[in-house]
């Protein structure tokens, strides 16, 4: 039982941050219908802020956070205006094709300014593990998921209890319909991209100090990012939501139980199954058609 307790407050710890990964990318896909293959880049540009201000610079740490994060969704307005905008209206291959170039560059990008020795950004908390009863967890790792908690609360509310959020809502629903009732759907793609990439910059600034940082951290994290959608369903951000949980959950006790050489593994293979019994996701809304 303790085992089972320790791994269980792993994969909850790590599932805060997948579930933001999750998100901001069904995000994106949901309303813009984008498949933002640089979201694993993004990822790893959080990461390297938090190492560069916190690190580099000797910021505060937790100021440094939040510079990266602010800095992650100033670089997700950028692409969406600078590349997506452009393509508005062109097929999805033209648009997956500028995207995959754009994640290319970004990594390579990192190669070229950061060097391929990974970096440790520093932190304020105490190496000494905290002790819970029959679960030990260090501190990093309780910020990092009350952080993740915060957020996905925030997130839900602006979803949910905004008009910025009613807005976005109806962009997914029917965008022609919403401009019709003064929805600027220009602005409402901008917002949800840069929204969408900071939610993956935060993750990464969070993990950041708990791994390392190389340029290519965000080559599996982008793979475990589409996993989550397709396990919560393409553009459904509660099931996004659960499928980070989900997945982290499936990660941690195949690592503990079955082995640590195959975490990775567990994840996809839970999808190929997922995909194999039900093709649209475990928590796919019911669309009707006609």
């Given at each position: 039982m303790p085992e089972f307790l320790q791994h269980l407050a792993n994969a909850v710890i790590l599932g805060g941050t997948y579930a933001l990964l999750g998100i901001g990318l069904t995000l994106i896909f949901g309303i813009m219908r984008v498949v933002n293959f640089t979201h694993g880049e993004l990822y790893t540009f959080g990461a390297y802020m938090a190492f560069m201000l916190a690190g580099m610079f000797g910021l505060n740490f937790f100021l440094s956070l939040l510079l990266a994060a602010t800095l992650g969704v100033a670089l997700g307005a950028l692409i969406e205006f600078v590349l997506l905008r452009p393509l508005k209206g062109a097929d999805i291959d033209t648009t997956m094709l500028v995207m995959i170039g754009a994640g290319i560059a970004m990594q390579a990008g990192e190669q070229l300014m950061w060097g391929g020795v990974a970096k440790s950004?520093?932190?304020?908390?105490p190496t000494e593990p905290v002790i819970l009863g029959?679960?030990?967890v260090g501190p990093i790792r309780l910020f990092v998921l009350a952080v993740a908690v915060v957020l996905l609360l925030v997130f839900y509310l602006l979803i949910n209890r905004t008009k910025l959020g009613v807005a976005m809502r109806a962009t997914f629903q029917d965008p022609d319909t919403a401009a019709l009732m003064g929805v600027n759907n220009g602005l409402m793609y901008t917002l949800t991209f840069a929204i969408g990439s900071g939610l993956a910059a935060v993750a990464g600034a969070l993990l950041g100090p708990i791994f390392v940082v190389t340029p290519t951290m965000g080559d599996l994290v982008a793979l475990k990012a589409?996993?989550?959608?397709?396990?919560?369903?393409?553009?459904?951000?509660?099931?996004a939501t659960i499928g980070g949980f989900v997945l982290a959950l499936?990660?941690?006790f195949g690592a503990g139980y079955v082995s640590s050489g195959y975490r990775d593994a567990?994840?996809?293979l839970l999808i190929i199954a997922v995909l194999a019994v039900r093709p649209q996701g475990l928590f796919a809304a019911k669309e009707r058609i006609g």
């Amino acid at each position: 039982m303790p085992e089972f307790l320790q791994h269980l407050a792993n994969a909850v710890i790590l599932g805060g941050t997948y579930a933001l990964l999750g998100i901001g990318l069904t995000l994106i896909f949901g309303i813009m219908r984008v498949v933002n293959f640089t979201h694993g880049e993004l990822y790893t540009f959080g990461a390297y802020m938090a190492f560069m201000l916190a690190g580099m610079f000797g910021l505060n740490f937790f100021l440094s956070l939040l510079l990266a994060a602010t800095l992650g969704v100033a670089l997700g307005a950028l692409i969406e205006f600078v590349l997506l905008r452009p393509l508005k209206g062109a097929d999805i291959d033209t648009t997956m094709l500028v995207m995959i170039g754009a994640g290319i560059a970004m990594q390579a990008g990192e190669q070229l300014m950061w060097g391929g020795v990974a970096k440790s950004v520093p932190n304020p908390f105490p190496t000494e593990p905290v002790i819970l009863g029959p679960v030990s967890v260090g501190p990093i790792r309780l910020f990092v998921l009350a952080v993740a908690v915060v957020l996905l609360l925030v997130f839900y509310l602006l979803i949910n209890r905004t008009k910025l959020g009613v807005a976005m809502r109806a962009t997914f629903q029917d965008p022609d319909t919403a401009a019709l009732m003064g929805v600027n759907n220009g602005l409402m793609y901008t917002l949800t991209f840069a929204i969408g990439s900071g939610l993956a910059a935060v993750a990464g600034a969070l993990l950041g100090p708990i791994f390392v940082v190389t340029p290519t951290m965000g080559d599996l994290v982008a793979l475990k990012a589409f996993a989550i959608v397709i396990l919560g369903g393409l553009g459904n951000i509660p099931g996004a939501t659960i499928g980070g949980f989900v997945l982290a959950l499936v990660e941690e006790f195949g690592a503990g139980y079955v082995s640590s050489g195959y975490r990775d593994a567990m994840g996809f293979l839970l999808i190929i199954a997922v995909l194999a019994v039900r093709p649209q996701g475990l928590f796919a809304a019911k669309e009707r058609i006609g």
